[in-house]
């Protein structure tokens, strides 16, 4: 048991639970090493045969990663921690994504930004009815990372560049349209279904729990979605947007407006990179592209302080409206980094 989570082996299960409820289990340093650490331990383990995420609390899953540190070195002009996190928690990312035995997650409340990357990674992933998820980082200055990009990019449609650039909460019926989770389980139901997969090692009992997935609001939204951020970049997606009535555009642009534009555009550049490659090392790669520039070059510790430190929630960005960002910035945020490329294979 460390600060914040709480790894053991019980019974056929390697079990991951998140233990900072009053944070909304929001991800640390620290939590990440010790997740990546037993993964490393489990993966030629045989006496584990599953792994099971969960968390404690009703309110969130996994709320996101935790920014304040962040903020607070890149103040003082130290990116080095910020660089350091990020490359650490997308390795981590990555171990999950290819871990060799069945991983359950379970994702009550909010799931966002590094809680994505640590439930939707997982082979088997469950919502139930109060789940919320959603990758919200263009209203911080930032992309949708931890493999978000790779996530958004397989969803059906251009369901991925709405998601994406909107930061749309999806309920679970959503979820499991946009595949980012796989079974819906009531949440009285948990407690015995970790029960049955800790004493049978049996990744079947999921299925076995599973009900038909709620009504999805996207599924119906779908097609005028698909229509709507066809283009290939932020401003064809602008020029649909403000040509359509209908209720969806608007809602959308007015996320869009509330958005940093530098980020909004470079989501769209990234789900499109995704899409064309389809493995969570490039999607992985492509981001620490941006997060490593996001506090130097973007609007990464603005967005953080009117969210987050301040609270004012009138973020200043470095550029005053969507339309303003050029197509040379979105390649400049995504260049190679040279020396400094993501490593994922140590």
């Known amino acids: 048991m460390g600060d914040g989570i709480h790894i053991r082996v019980q019974g056929r299960a390697g079990r991951i639970t998140l233990a900072r409820p009053e944070a909304l289990n929001a991800l640390s340093y620290e939590m990440c090493a010790a997740i990546e650490a037993a993964l490393d331990a489990w993966a030629a383990d045989e006496a584990v045969a599953l792994i099971v995420i969960d968390a404690e609390g009703d309110k969130a899953f996994c709320a996101g990663g935790d920014i304040a540190q962040m903020h607070a070195t890149g103040m003082a002009g130290d990116y080095a921690y910020g660089r350091r996190f990020w490359a650490d928690e997308y390795r981590m990312n990555a171990r999950l994504f290819h871990f060799p035995k069945p991983v359950v997650s379970l994702m009550q409340g909010f799931t966002m930004g590094g809680g994505v990357g640590l439930g939707c990674h997982a082979s088997h992933r469950v919502v139930c009815e109060t789940s919320k998820i959603a990758m919200p980082e263009c209203g911080i200055g930032l992309v949708p990372d931890v493999g978000g990009s790779l996530l958004l990019a397989r969803a059906p449609g251009r369901l991925g560049e709405y998601l994406g650039t909107t930061g749309t909460r999806m309920g679970p019926g959503c979820a499991i349209h946009a595949e980012f989770a796989d079974y819906y389980i009531p949440r009285e139901g948990w407690a015995a279904l970790v029960a049955e997969l800790c004493e049978s090692g049996d990744w079947e009992a999921v299925d076995r729990a599973a009900h038909a997935a709620p009504d999805s609001p996207l599924a119906e939204a779908q097609a005028e979605i698909d229509r709507l951020f066809a283009g290939d970049g932020l401003r064809d997606v602008l020029n649909l947007l403000t040509r359509s009535e209908a209720p969806i555009a608007q809602d959308a642009l007015e996320a869009l407006q509330r958005n940093s534009p530098l980020s909004v555009a470079c989501t769209i550049e ?38 987050i430190i301040d609270k004012d929630k009138s973020p200043r960005w470095r550029h005053a409206s969507l339309d303003a960002v050029a197509a040379t910035e979105v390649s400049g945020m995504l260049l190679p980094l040279g020396v400094d490329e993501l490593k994922l294979d140590g």
Do not use: P, S, W
């Open 270 to 307: 990234l789900v499109h990179r995704a899409r064309m490659r389809d493995t969570i090392e490039h999607a992985l790669q492509q981001e620490y592209r941006f997060t490593y520039r996001a506090m130097e070059k973007g609007d990464f510790l603005e967005g953080i302080r009117a969210a």
